[in-house]
């Protein structure tokens, strides 16, 4: 069977589902551009972590529509994702999917979240719920998957290493997916941090993931500082 069957049936239910979004109920009680909508929508407004629009109010994102004698509460018409109206996007030569196709809420809320960066779970959780194998899904090179530890504290990118559970040498956050991997994208394949985004730079690079696990291990081993010496000691000869 040739590719092309699958390919049209993916098109057309990507249709009919984003008619589906796009389409959303009435409003269930008459509203207009003064309305308080925080008056019941207080939960968009509560949490750790408060989008700064919310606090601008609800019209930034959203508009007021009335079809066919019912109120809609619709975002508002842009050229294309209504975030990048004011977070301008990163051009990156290797950028993460959902970035580069603007499903910014797939990994972030919009109005409010327990989580550092609007995410809407913790950062290991919400990239392994993509990235974990999942039965029923077939294996995909657009969407790699890691196989970790039962625990989902080693196994990546080698057995032993720590993906949760323990300190960034680094930064003294605790390790998780994107203390090597850059979530919006990279100039580097699999989205891996370039040695200018880690901190104090690594010694003796060769290449950028070299950079990335030296810097790390020789913090860990307590060997940067020697190196750092060693570098400003070459620099003044």
């Not at 796009?22 to 207009?32: E, I």
């Not at 990156?92 to 979240?113: E, K, L, N, Q, W």
């Not at 699999?190 to 104090?200: D, F, R, W």
Request: glycine share 6%; net charge positive; charged share 20%.
């Amino acid at each position: 069977m040739t590719p092309y069957p699958r390919f049209y049936r993916f098109i057309i239910a990507f249709w009919v589902l984003s008619r589906g979004l796009c389409l959303a109920g009435a409003h269930p009680v008459s509203v207009d551009e003064k309305s308080q909508c925080l008056d019941c929508h207080e939960d968009h407004a509560a949490g750790n972590y408060v989008h700064a629009a919310v606090k601008m109010g609800c019209n930034s994102c959203h508009q007021v529509e009335n079809r066919d004698g019912a109120i809609y509460v619709a975002l508002k018409p842009t050229k294309s994702v209504v975030c990048l109206e004011c977070h301008q996007q990163e051009e990156v030569s290797s950028p993460h999917f959902p970035y580069a196709s603007g499903m910014c809420i797939r990994c972030h809320d919009p109005h409010t979240s327990a989580n550092p960066r609007l995410l809407r779970a913790k950062v290991n959780e919400l990239c392994l719920s993509c990235h974990a194998p999942h039965s029923g899904r077939a294996p995909s090179q657009y969407l790699p998957t890691i196989v970790l530890t039962s625990d989902n504290r080693l196994g990546h990118p080698y057995a032993r290493h720590p993906v949760s559970g323990t300190r960034d040498p680094l930064t003294g956050d605790e390790m998780s997916c994107i203390s090597c991997h850059l979530a919006h994208g990279s100039a580097k394949v699999h989205h891996l941090k370039m040695g200018s985004a880690i901190p104090e730079d690594a010694l003796n690079q060769t290449t950028e993931t070299n950079d990335m696990c030296h810097k790390c291990h020789m913090r860990l081993w307590g060997t940067d500082n020697i190196s750092s010496k060693k570098k400003k000691r070459a620099k003044a000869d």
